[in-house]
């Protein structure tokens, strides 16, 4: 388990959204608690705003209409029983038409659940009806039958005792109705003030909850972001013993985490590159010291050849010239055996300065120093055909090529190089056929390859790579003549020139030398590959 995973309960419950869940939901419910006060604040105002600009106003309007109208009533009767005059009953017919205490009673019990306002609607309708019914119509009726002297006073003293009756009931209502709008008109200033401090309180409770939310995303995001970006650039500037670490919610410190992680991983690795470093440098300096060593034991090696070519030249020439002395002198004097022995010592003597002067010749190369000239191929290739001749008559082998370059080179060697090539091909030619060589050269990659290809004996595949081995032979002495030293001779002349020579897979008949010499620098190439013999 790793210290995230030990970590990861402990932030599990500090993420950051859990965090701005919690604050946001908080903050809801704040706003959603001030904002259904303030629906029911502004509902309660609208309400008390309605009740005093309708209820109460329409109802004070009309307890005055028909109070008015109960005035103006009561005056026309008297008016009327006094004179008996028609005209006198006009306001009394008018406020039969007008609105009344009955009326506003029935309009009430319809809209306000008020009983107090209600009874006394009641009340001053009921007595505004006895006046009417007890004195009113009475009266009116008697004067129409009987004129004015009809009435008696007692009929008017009870008559005004009725409209007494009915203005006092009528005015109470009137009280009534006005003292139940003043306590409606308190109540709408008591909501609307109780509005105006809810949208106040709203206003700073959205205020605060902005500020909360800046203060969060500032300390739960912009400061551990912040601090996790400057620690991540130092990183990535190259200061890898900088920790990365954040103070801050779960996911933040999970991916600080995985950061510092990232880091501890990069110096360990750096700490592993440095090593392999030292361990490279180490064995670059001991390849170093074996290759020097490598070539010093070469030069001695060489120099230990070309002493031992040069000193051991002297007594087998010795050997040599005395055994063909012995074998003149003595020939055929002795017996069989004897003559034998002598032949053998003969040719072993001349097989030995073959030997000698091939060995000698291979570690002439790159020691001896001769001058680098521009050396064309195709003349070096006739050179090594005129010392080839006598051989290259008697097989009646053909030599053909294409278009050879220039390169810079040791003329001699490079003439050694297509001698051993040809010779090779006159050697190992088959027996059913003449023998043909064909040179080719094409332009590679910074370098010209060049392309030898006959139709002798050719080369089993497995034992391309052992040609090229000095003393490597193939085939008996007996049956190919030689020392084993041509091909590795090649091989040694190429790679002083800086190329390097190999032997493909040949289709068909024969075998395919091919080798790579540098181009010189203001070298034309040469196109086409037309034979020339």
């Known amino acids: 388990m790793?210290?995230?995973?030990?970590?990861s309960p402990r932030r599990a419950a500090t993420t950051l959204r859990r965090r701005l869940t919690l604050l946001l939901v908080t903050a809801g419910a704040l706003l959603g608690v001030v904002l259904v006060l303030s629906g029911f604040v502004l509902a309660r105002a609208l309400a008390s705003q309605d009740a005093v600009t309708g209820?109460?106003?329409?109802?004070?309007?009309?307890?005055?209409?028909?109070?008015?109208?109960?005035?103006?009533?009561?005056?026309?009767?008297?008016?009327?029983?006094?004179?008996?005059?028609?005209?006198?009953?006009?306001?009394?017919?008018?406020?039969?038409?007008?609105?009344?205490?009955?009326?506003?009673?029935?309009?009430?019990?319809?809209?306000?659940?008020?009983?107090?306002?209600?009874?006394?609607?009641?009340?001053?309708?009921?007595?505004?009806e006895r006046w009417h019914e007890d004195f009113a119509t009475p009266v009116i009726e008697q004067v129409r039958a009987g004129g004015s002297a009809a009435v008696s006073p007692e009929q008017i003293e009870a008559g005004r005792v009725l409209f007494d009756e009915a203005r006092a009931a009528a005015e109470a209502y009137v009280q009534e109705v006005r003292a139940s709008r003043a306590i409606a008109a308190q109540e709408l200033a008591t909501w609307t003030a109780a509005t105006g401090g809810l949208v106040l309180l709203l206003v700073l409770a959205a205020v605060a909850t902005g500020?909360?939310?800046?203060?969060?995303?500032?300390?739960?995001?912009?400061?551990?972001?912040?601090?996790?970006?400057?620690?991540?650039?130092?990183?990535?500037?190259?200061?890898?013993?900088?920790?990365?670490?954040?103070?801050?919610?779960?996911?933040?410190?999970?991916?600080?985490?995985?950061v510092e992680q990232m880091r501890l991983g990069l110096v360990t690795q750096l700490a592993e590159l440095r090593s392999s470093r030292e361990e490279i440098t180490e064995a670059h300096q001991r390849l170093t010291e074996q290759a020097e060593e490598l070539r010093r034991s070469n030069r001695d090696l060489e120099q230990f050849a070309y002493v031992a070519s040069h000193?051991?030249?002297?007594?087998?020439?010795?050997?040599?010239?005395?055994?063909?002395?012995?074998?003149?002198?003595?020939?055929?004097?002795?017996?069989?055996?004897a003559d034998q022995y002598i032949d053998f010592a003969v040719d072993g003597a001349k097989r030995m300065q073959r030997l000698i002067q091939d060995l000698l010749g291979f570690s002439r190369v790159g020691r001896v120093g001769g001058e680098v000239v521009d050396v064309d191929l195709a003349v070096a290739l006739e050179r090594a055909q005129d010392q080839l001749s006598e051989r290259i008559e008697e097989?009646?082998?053909?030599?053909?090529?294409?278009?050879?370059?220039?390169?810079?080179?040791?003329e001699p060697l490079l003439v050694q190089l297509f001698q051993n090539v040809v010779g090779n091909a006159v050697k190992f030619r088959h027996p059913d056929r003449t023998p043909h060589l064909h040179v080719t050269a094409r332009r590679v990659e910074g370098a010209w390859e060049?392309?030898?290809?006959?139709?002798?004996?050719?080369?089993?595949?497995?034992?391309?790579?052992?040609?090229?081995?000095?003393?490597?032979?193939?085939h008996a002495k007996d049956v190919y003549e030689g020392t084993g030293i041509g091909l590795a001779l090649c091989k040694k002349i190429v790679e002083f020139h800086g190329g390097r020579i190999w032997i493909p897979e040949t289709d068909g008949d024969g075998t395919t030398i091919r080798w790579t010499l540098p181009v010189t620098e203001d070298e034309n190439p040469h196109d086409g590959d037309e034979g020339r013999s």
């Open 2 to 7: 790793t210290a995230a995973d030990g970590a």
């Open 55 to 128: 209820l109460y106003f329409d109802a004070v309007s009309g307890a005055d209409a028909a109070y008015v109208g109960l005035v103006d009533a009561e005056t026309s009767v008297r008016g009327f029983a006094l004179t008996g005059d028609e005209i006198a009953l006009e306001p009394y017919e008018r406020s039969l038409d007008d609105v009344t205490f009955t009326v506003l009673a029935d309009e009430l019990a319809s809209e306000t659940p008020d009983e107090t306002l209600l009874a006394a609607a009641r009340a001053a309708a009921r007595a505004s």
């Open 211 to 258: 500020i909360s939310l800046w203060f969060a995303l500032r300390r739960w995001v912009l400061v551990p972001v912040t601090q996790l970006g400057q620690a991540s650039r130092a990183v990535t500037q190259g200061d890898l013993s900088h920790v990365v670490r954040v103070e801050g919610p779960g996911e933040l410190e999970e991916l600080a985490s995985d």
């Open 311 to 337: 000193d051991l030249q002297e007594p087998l020439r010795k050997v040599a010239s005395f055994t063909q002395l012995l074998q003149k002198r003595y020939g055929g004097q002795l017996d069989e055996r």
């Open 395 to 410: 097989a009646g082998a053909v030599v053909t090529h294409g278009d050879l370059p220039v390169v810079r080179g040791e």
């Open 450 to 474: 060049i392309e030898a290809r006959d139709n002798g004996i050719g080369i089993d595949p497995q034992y391309v790579d052992r040609v090229f081995v000095i003393f490597q032979r193939l």
